[in-house]
């Protein structure tokens, strides 16, 4: 099992008050499995994730009853160890290339830098393997954007390059964060059908936070569906039409339809029942 969580739950403090904003969540993953954290904004999908690689401020409070990375305990990791871990072996891809790439340094000598942390070789042999992960996220002039800096190239490449700077140390998870929001459906279609060929002949295991339910349920395996810092239901993705909870109903049938051309979108019913039912 590469990933298994159980009942993790993330509290923070503020002026003397608290705020759990995860409750009990649980889920499991294994190599070259995708599986989807879907949720309105807010719902605790990306906290999730951070908790994963203990990327969250000093003031959450994170405790579960199990927390595994390929069987090495997260919680019990020293920050040193962690960070052999966070790049190393579990790669996060954020979900703006604008913000998470140096703008003072080129697109090259980043990745570069990234297979240098974690692998042993001279700075002739880092740029070889820049240039060569380049050609792996099929960018078409990788020698030109390997001197590029990030605001000389689109937001596809930009993607890309954060792509293959994650797969520099050959990671064996991938946590992406809506990597394809802001990106239009061709260059999305483009960089999922990177991912989804990298976690297959990689052997990788894929962590997708995302709100697209029609997104993930023809790209992924399993769902999980969050609301409010809890998993109200989990299932197949190829099921997600078929899903029983009334949350992820309500989603479903918030989305607009080509097919069934309608008025005005119906509102989601929220039940604080739900909360009350995933407590017990």
Known sequence: ML???????????NNGKRFEAVSGVSFKLEARQKLAIVGESGSGKSITARALMRLLPAQAQVTADRMLFDGIDILSQSEREMRKLRGGRAGFILQDP?????????IGNQ?????????????????????????????RDPQLVLNAYPHEISGGMGQRAMIAMMLAPNPSLLIAD????????????EILRLIDELVDTRDMGLLLISHDLP???????????????QIMEELAAKDLAQAAHPYTKGLLNCLPSLDEPRGDLPVLTRDPQWLEEQAQ
């Not at 990933?3 to 403090?13: A, K």
């Not at 997104?215 to 969050?226: A, E, G, H, T």
Request: charged share 25%; glycine share 2%; aromatic share 6%.
């Open 98 to 106: 604008k913000y998470s790439l140096n703008p003072v340094k080129t």
């Open 178 to 189: 809506e990597p394809t929001s802001a990106l239009d459906a061709s260059v999305q279609a």
């Open 215 to 229: 997104l993930v349920s023809n790209f992924c395996d399993k769902v999980s569906v969050m609301y409010m810092g």
């Open 3 to 13: 990933v298994d969580i159980e009942n993790l739950r993330i509290t923070f403090e």
């Open 111 to 139: 990745i570069a830098e990234a297979w240098l942390t974690h692998n042993k070789g001279s700075k002739k042999e880092a740029r070889d393997a820049a240039l060569n992960l380049l050609e792996q996220v099929m960018i």
